[in-house]
């Protein structure tokens, strides 16, 4: 049962080069989510979806962009990387949007130099 | 806007019981969550809390709501050195969008 699966694990980008975050589920969870943590900070969201077809800005979109074509997929695109966001990019899932805790894959961490 | 906030760090010794406490300012919070984040993973879901409910107990672990206060703990028992990571308390919020608190430290001395 793999859950939630990020890739890749790491990597380190130039300032302006570009870049997809690949994140998949298969526990078909309709609900899936985007967010950094920065050093000593908790979470914020980037993107969500609620489901295929379907996405939506959270508190940092600037930057960023998504797509949600099928259920089990929700790529992260950055196009112009900036030294800001250098942080590590945890996807996350969810059945509904009710009562279900959020899964989490193992996390990307991005360095922009 | 919605908010949670945490204590940045906790340090104990093995053997004694953790409290890690959070505040949240979502009045329409149904649940509220506690997970655990080792070095280099992701975050795990160690509890939660619906928000009609005072206390939940799950083995070592405690939590405790205060909903007119807004106040969230999670207790630890018998605190292990394995038990050492960060603890993000997170408020399901509007939309069901979670909010997290910065994290705490748990350092576990022994």
Known sequence: NAGVTQTPKFRILKIGQSMTLQCTQDMNHNYMYWYRQDPGMGLKLIYYSVGA????????????????STTE????????????????????????????????????????? | GEDVEQSLFLSVREGDSSVINCTYTDSSSTYLYWYKQEPGAGLQ????????????????????????????????????????????????????KLIFGQGTELSVKP
């Open chain 2, 45 to 96: 879901l160690l509890t939660y809390i619906f928000s009609n409910m005072d206390m939940k107990q799950d083995q070592r672990l405690t939590v405790l709501l205060n909903k007119k206060d807004k106040h969230l703990s999670l207790r630890i028992a018998d605190t292990q050195t394995g038990d050492s990571a960060i603890y993000f308390c997170a408020d399901r919020g509007q939309g069901g």
């Open chain 1, 53 to 68: 077809g379907i996405t939506d800005k959270g508190e940092v979109p600037n930057g960023y962009n998504v797509s949600r």
């Open chain 1, 73 to 113: 997929d929700f790529p992260l695109r950055l196009e112009l990387a900036a030294p800001s966001q250098t942080s590590v990019y945890f996807c996350a899932s969810t059945p509904d949007h009710l009562n279900q805790p959020q899964h989490f894959g193992d996390g990307t961490r991005l360095s922009i130099l």
